[in-house]
Nanobody, 118 residues
Framework: QVHLVESGGGLVQPGGSLRLSCTTS????????MNWYRQAPGREREGVAS?????NYADLVKGRLTISSDSTKNTVYLQMNNLKPEDTAVYCC??????????????WGQGTQVTVSS
């Protein structure tokens, strides 16, 4: 059974940093494309970073957020620096896992709250 569990969220002042972790199990980690999404109150969910064959970032977070992974721990991280109040959201990790015949499935974690406020 696939599990994704995020941690590391919390309250931070503007300009501060947080590192989110997403620990996974139940699939072959190195074969998956890992993503971080966020959803702020009243707004649609948006992708912020992904790591698979390449690493990609949303324009709003480039230079401030960094996705990385440790395959020995089946864990993906999101280092967030110079945080702004508009970064306040629930952050979720997602795994796109390949299956046979070119198909894939997406799995989600439960999310972790990040609040940027003075």
């Amino acid at each position: 059974q696939v599990h994704l569990v995020e941690s590391g969220g919390g309250l931070v002042q503007p300009g501060g940093s947080l590192r989110l972790s997403c620990t996974t199990s139940g699939f072959t980690f190195i074969s998956a494309t890992m993503n971080w999404y966020r959803q702020a109150p009243g707004r649609e969910r948006e992708g912020v970073a992904s790591a698979g064959s390449s690493t990609n970032y949303a324009d709003l977070v480039k230079g401030r957020l960094t996705i990385s992974s440790d395959s020995t721990k089946n864990t993906v991280y999101l280092q967030m620096n110079n945080l702004k109040p508009e970064d306040t959201a629930v952050y979720c990790c997602s795994a796109v896992v390949p299956f046979d015949l070119g198909t894939s499935r997406r799995y989600w974690g439960q999310g972790t709250q990040v609040t940027v406020s003075s």
